[in-house]
């Protein structure tokens, strides 16, 4: 199995990266960078701590597949359980007062981050390797298409030895997002349709293709598929929204968060 890097990068040597504004996120464009630059060094929750940080991670990731894998005495249980709680409330201890930003942070010279797609979100849930639940997927450039690779283990079951749907379909919106971003093109996802053809296997690779099919002004449409072990066992098709402003995104999720909470308290 080829080795797992959270770069998004081409063949072709370029790179998925951009800038969205101050604390935003990043708009994906394609410019030549180095293969192996550090994405995440100044990410303020994982500046002097990447290492450590990614071995939590993995760590907890494999915590999660045992956790629905084995099954020790109920003794043994209750003391694992005893200790992991006990790690958990240090854990906890070191939670800041602002949230860490799930998306990177641009310099602390407002200059734009030279940081791929994959690169600007690692505690993504699909693509993010400081985020446990994420495999993470792999994803590559072959433009016009997006790509991505990942082995999908007993944690993202649902039929017996089959990945979970809702798992596919996660990992194909920002598959199909990374290749509206080739196209030079970002924005919320509108519509998202998958077709199951064949079950996709656990523990096998699968190979998930994104490309773009129609541009309008205000609407991309894209897609997808994954391959696995030479088979097609789901198409899927997207329609996404084209944000031309910096910071529509925020705004849109702010709109949400203000209509939300005025709902909450009139109740």
Request: hydrophobic letters at 40%; proline letters at 8%; a positive charge.
């Amino acid at each position: 199995m080829r080795e797992r890097r959270t770069a998004v990068r081409s063949r072709r040597g370029r790179r998925n990266v951009g800038w969205r504004g101050p604390g935003g996120t990043l708009r994906a464009v394609l410019t030549a960078q180095p293969a192996e630059s550090n994405s995440f060094a100044h990410h303020p929750g994982l500046r002097g701590r990447e290492p450590e940080a990614r071995r939590l991670a993995d760590v907890l990731r494999r915590l999660i597949r045992l956790s629905v894998s084995t099954a020790p005495p109920a003794a043994e249980t209750a003391r694992l359980t005893a200790q992991l709680a006990a790690v958990a409330d240090e854990l906890e201890a070191h939670v800041p007062e602002s949230p860490i930003p799930r998306f990177m942070a641009p310099e602390p010279d407002d200059r734009p981050k030279e940081v791929p797609l994959g690169g600007a979100m690692p505690y993504d849930v699909v693509v993010g390797p400081f985020n446990p639940l994420a495999v993470p997927v792999v994803l590559d450039f072959e433009p016009p298409k997006a790509l991505g690779r990942a082995v999908f283990d007993v944690g993202y079951e649902g039929a017996p030895g089959c990945v979970h749907g809702a798992i596919l379909a996660a990992t194909f919106d920002i598959i199909l997002t990374a290749a509206n971003a080739i196209a030079g093109f970002t924005g919320p996802t509108v519509h998202l349709g998958l077709t199951y053809k064949r079950p996709t296997l656990t523990d096998e690779e699968a190979i998930f293709e994104g490309w773009v099919t129609e541009v309008k002004d205000r609407r991309i449409k894209s897609k997808g598929r994954i391959v696995q072990g030479g088979i097609v066992t789901v198409e899927a098709d997207g329609e996404f929204a084209i944000f031309h402003s910096q910071d529509g995104v925020h705004r849109m999720a702010a709109s949400r968060r203000r209509a939300f909470d005025a709902g909450a308290t009139g109740a």
